[in-house]
């Protein structure tokens, strides 16, 4: 707990955990089938004029978000340390998240689609989405112990994978459905009488997203308990930007502590990059349709839970920091599959010759990197908390949610310009690659703490 916020009116009980651990719960359909899987293929399919410009406006777009964040992110932090509760901020920043998303509805296909509107709307509902899980995860700190957090982090991963795995089966059995046959992956027409041949389904992931954040972030703001205002607190600006500012002075003399922060920044900015261009690659060079897309984010849903889970035990047995360098290299492996692999080809130069062959490699490697993204994103929580003192781990945990947004538009605006430059999907996916590579280099400055 920083020194800015006094202590928890009560204990966090188990139901205050698990309210907590809700949040990925709720916020997940947003990564699942708003920005990988479902929405942005279906966007660069059939509402952007070409699969092309399509990998290229939506990385532009989601690069703008990402600068918008960084550059907000550290006046948001300053006033968020020095009022006290974090829920006021979770609200207000739920209510960007929930109108962006609800308003994907409108991103009709075909002359005349509102590209521009839509591409705002998402943004919208990124930045809102962001901001929120910054204020949230400042909360998680102070609800268990230290011996307790590595399990904590990949219980909450885990669990939010899962709930990403039930609103895919949710819209792949129920909603969308192949615009040829009009029925669903379960053979069903679509409900609500979503009209396949307008790609209603697909759009209706925009409002589903909405009402399910809606519904599962409720336990958060009743049984979750929050740090209290103190007697006179209030939003002090020029108190936070200090605050802010000696600790960023401060940095350069602690290196490993700084060092995490400047890595963390690649290898998740390099995973992001994954999770969102890896449906739209998968639509514009291999052809997927959306069910399949949807059937293989089912696939690294499922795994991602699994590591997760797993990778919590992984780190408490072996320590985190081995598990994020290995993680980097695994998804660097993983990506070399899912760029390697076409229609004609697998590993650049193997020509296909069973028709399904591509499909298989690459599930197989978009199975890797969600059960690898799972556990590393896991243990990189536990990993900065080695890095402070117990006075310190709520404003470690905002700088690093603050800081992970500074280089957030470079996979995204690279993998726009990189495609925009080369007109290949194929190589647009590359930068992403260097990203994990530096992540995995950097960690050779960051310390852990002994496992005890």
């Known amino acids: 707990m920083s020194k800015a916020e006094g202590p928890l009116t009560r204990p966090a009980t188990r139901l205050g955990v698990f309210s907590w651990m809700l949040f990925d719960w709720a916020a997940q359909p947003y990564f699942t089938l708003l920005i990988t899987f479902i929405f942005a293929p279906y966007f660069t399919a059939h509402v952007a004029p070409d699969p092309v410009t399509g990998q290229a406006i939506w990385g532009q777009a989601m690069g703008i978000g990402g600068l918008i964040i960084a550059v907000l992110a550290p006046l948001l932090g300053a006033l968020a340390d020095t009022s006290g509760p974090r829920k006021p901020w979770i609200g207000a920043f739920s209510v960007l998240l929930v109108a962006g998303a609800a308003l994907l509805w409108f991103a009709a296909p075909g002359e005349g689609s509102p590209v521009t509107l839509t591409l705002i ?16 995860n400042a909360m998680m700190p102070s609800l268990v112990s230290r011996a307790e957090l590595g399990k904590l982090s990949g219980s909450g991963w885990a669990l939010g ?3 990403g795995v039930i609103s895919l089966f949710i819209v792949l059995g129920l909603m969308s459905a192949n615009a040829d046959t009009g029925r669903t992956l379960f053979g069903l027409s679509p409900i609500f009488g979503l009209d396949p041949a307008t790609h209603a389904g697909d759009r209706a992931t925009g409002p589903l997203t909405a009402v399910w954040y809606l519904i599962f972030v409720i336990p958060l703001f009743l049984f979750t308990p929050d740090v209290p205002r103190a007697p006179g607190q209030h939003i002090d600006l020029g108190a936070g930007l200090r605050r802010l500012k000696a600790t960023i002075r401060e940095l350069p003399r602690r290196r490993s502590y700084s ?3 400047v890595t963390s920044m690649f290898y998740r900015d390099g995973l992001n990059g994954l999770f969102t261009f890896g449906g739209i690659y998968a639509a514009g060079v291999l052809g997927l349709s959306i069910i399949q897309i949807g059937v293989f ?20 047995r072996f320590g985190p920091r081995s598990v994020v360098f290995w993680g980097c290299w695994l998804l660097v492996l993983g990506s070399g ?26 599930y197989v490697a978009g199975g890797l990197i969600g059960a690898v993204g799972g556990a590393l994103q896991a243990a990189s929580r536990t990993l900065l908390v080695d890095q402070v003192g117990p006075d310190e781990a709520t404003e470690a945990f905002g700088l690093y949610a603050l800081t992970g947004r500074v280089t957030s538009f470079i996979a995204p ?9 080369s007109q290949s999907q194929r190589i647009g996916i590359l930068p992403i690659v260097v990203l994990l590579v530096l992540g995995a280099i950097g960690l050779a400055l960051v310390q852990e703490k002994a496992r005890g």
């Open 121 to 136: 709307a998402f943004v919208v509902g990124l930045i809102g989405l962001e901001f929120a899980t910054v204020f949230t």
């Open 161 to 163: 994978y899962v709930g």
């Open 259 to 261: 060092a995490f922060l």
């Open 297 to 316: 984010g089912i696939l690294t849903a499922v795994l991602g839970a699994i590591g997760a889970f797993v990778g919590g035990r992984l780190d408490a």
């Open 337 to 362: 599959l899912i760029v390697s692999t076409t229609p004609t080809s697998v590993l650049f130069f193997i020509p296909v010759q069973i028709a399904s062959l591509p499909l298989v490699v690459f």
């Open 413 to 421: 605006l690279s993998v726009g310009a990189v495609t925009a430059l």
